[in-house]
């Protein structure tokens, strides 16, 4: 019979796995161990890979009802997502986010997963394996670094002194009405959202969507009372097809930054 997994076991096969395929080859990647999926410049490694079938393997096993949605998995069947947005009991993994920043051989890189039920996320998992922290988020129950409670420090109430980031590298510099100029995450969700939730920014505007990448962190920044929606103004879900995502560290800060959306550099 399957067993389920706990919350403690979830984070511990990130772990190992991080430990196992991707730690060895960080900052001792040959050639022939990065490759580009769909176009130059986006980057799949030997970590990404064998990690996702680690971690996939591990969660069907445990867990064979479910589907998991796996980013490389993803590469070679589009039609995953909308698998994955009808499931009742769905897993996401994004072995190696960040891998631009880790074929570089920066720390800033993570191993994420999240649970979703019937079309809400329940648990999430983030590893940063060079930094050595782990986030997790079970929904209800508040977000842990390390196994102590994450407690956000209120945004600033001048807008004017707000943080804000964002993934799209053209539209650094940005000034979104009294807000910014916006600067640049840290080109890796499983380091943006953690930072949003400690209060490292008050802010982050992204355009790439897919769910591997938002959906750990977006509960996260839900569990510290932020808010993560849509560029439009809806609450972001794990079946949510949005065009571009803002998470904020409350209600104000949203809102102010969906206001002046249509400002920033196309």
């Not at 001792?28 to 130059?40: F, M, Y």
């Not at 996702?52 to 980013?71: C, K, S, T």
């Not at 648990?123 to 994450?150: C, K, T």
Request: hydrophobic share 40%; aromatic share 6%; charged share 25%.
């Amino acid at each position: 019979m399957p067993r389920p997994m706990d919350t403690d076991a979830v984070l511990t096969l990130l772990q190992e796995t991080a430990e196992t395929v991707i730690n060895p080859r960080f900052r001792a990647l040959a050639e022939g161990d990065i490759s580009s999926k769909t176009h130059p410049g986006d980057l799949v490694t030997v970590a990404d890979r064998e990690a996702e079938v680690l971690i996939a393997r591990a969660l069907r096993a445990a867990y064979p009802q479910a589907m998991v949605l796996g980013e490389e998995e993803y590469a070679g069947d589009a039609r995953l997502l909308d698998a994955f947005r009808a499931a009742d009991h769905a897993f996401t993994v994004d072995p190696v986010d960040g891998t631009r920043n880790f074929v570089h051989g920066s720390p800033d890189h993570a191993v994420m997963a999240a649970e979703v039920v019937a079309g809400q996320t329940v648990r999430a998992w983030i590893w940063q394996p060079q930094h050595e922290v782990a986030y997790v988020a079970e929904r209800g129950s508040g977000l842990w670094r390390d196994g102590v409670q994450v407690r956000r420090a209120a945004a600033p109430e001048a807008p004017e002194d707000l943080d804000v980031r964002t993934s799209t590298r053209r539209s650094v510099g940005t000034m979104l009405g009294p807000v910014g100029p916006v600067g640049l995450t840290w080109v890796s969700c499983g380091i943006d959202y953690p930072q949003l939730a400690t209060g490292g920014c008050d802010g982050l505007v992204y355009g790439g969507t897919m769910p591997w990448d938002h959906v750990p962190g977006a509960l996260m920044i839900e569990e510290v009372g932020g808010v993560v929606g849509t560029t439009d103004g809806e609450v972001y879900g794990p079946r949510s097809r949005p065009r571009g995502i803002v998470a904020a560290a409350d209600e104000r800060v949203y809102r102010l930054l969906v206001e002046h959306l249509g400002e920033m550099r196309a």
